[in-house]
């Protein structure tokens, strides 16, 4: 029942670009967003909403497409700070997907 | 600061010993959740409440109890703790089903 995320790990450089996708098998009314630093609890990021409506912060984005219960998250010109495992939740179902570890290094 | 707290924080019990973990949240959220995170596993959901005297069953209910009597509290109880119930357990709140989740600093739980 978990969303499946893709990819598992990412190693980035400092200033470089990448997307972390979730799927769902079940249908999905809402999606969050979380990233979680080792040894920490997950912090959220970012809530989209059936419809488009898109609530969070920072200069992270993200888009939902409803009909394919699909989520994908964008980060640009990443840093160091984004380091950290980032996840995906159904907010209907409060199932998180499975995952994926970001790595930025200079 | 307005939040979430776990207490405790780290546990060792033995095998068959029984506990309780708390959970409080101050920011009036009518829902709470209890996770458990194992390596390599993300957050599996065990029970959680839409409201104070409710509660339902997650993902991975088995061997564990709960109870939301007042509306800032939700307990986590282990009955007869197991090996298996090694884990790090974070509880977390939202104002509804829609809202992101604030989690808890997490309580970090081995048994031996």
């Known amino acids: 029942q978990q969303p499946v995320q893709s990819p598992q790990a990412v190693i980035l450089r400092e200033g470089e670009d990448a997307v972390i996708n979730c799927s769902s098998s079940k249908a999905l009314y809402s999606v969050h967003w979380y990233r979680q630093k080792h040894g920490e609890a997950p912090v959220f990021l970012m809530i989209l909403l059936k419809g488009g409506e898109q609530k969070g912060h920072d200069k992270i984005s993200a888009s939902f497409n409803e009909k394919k219960q699909q989520s994908s998250l964008y980060l640009t010109a990443s840093q160091l700070s984004y380091s950290g495992t980032y996840f995906c939740?159904?907010?209907?179902?409060?199932?998180f997907g499975t995952g994926t570890s970001l790595t930025v290094i200079p | 600061n307005a939040g979430v707290t776990q207490t405790p924080k780290f546990r060792v019990l033995k095998t068959g010993q029984s506990m309780t973990l708390l959970c409080a949240q101050d920011?009036?959220?009518?829902?709470m959740y209890w996770y458990r995170q194992d390596p390599g596993m993300g957050l599996r959901l065990i029970h959680y409440s839409v409201g104070e005297g409710t509660t339902a069953k997650g993902e991975v209910p088995d061997g564990y109890n709960v109870s939301r009597l007042k509306k800032q509290n939700f307990l986590l109880g282990l009955e007869s703790a197991a090996p298996s119930q090694t884990s790090v357990y974070f509880c977390?709140?939202?104002?509804?089903?829609?809202?992101?989740?604030?989690f808890g600093s997490g309580t970090r739980l081995t048994v031996v």
């Open positions: 977390a709140s939202s104002r509804d089903r829609v809202d992101g989740y604030t």
């Open positions: 939740g159904g907010g209907n179902q409060f199932y």
């Open positions: 920011m009036n959220h009518e829902y």
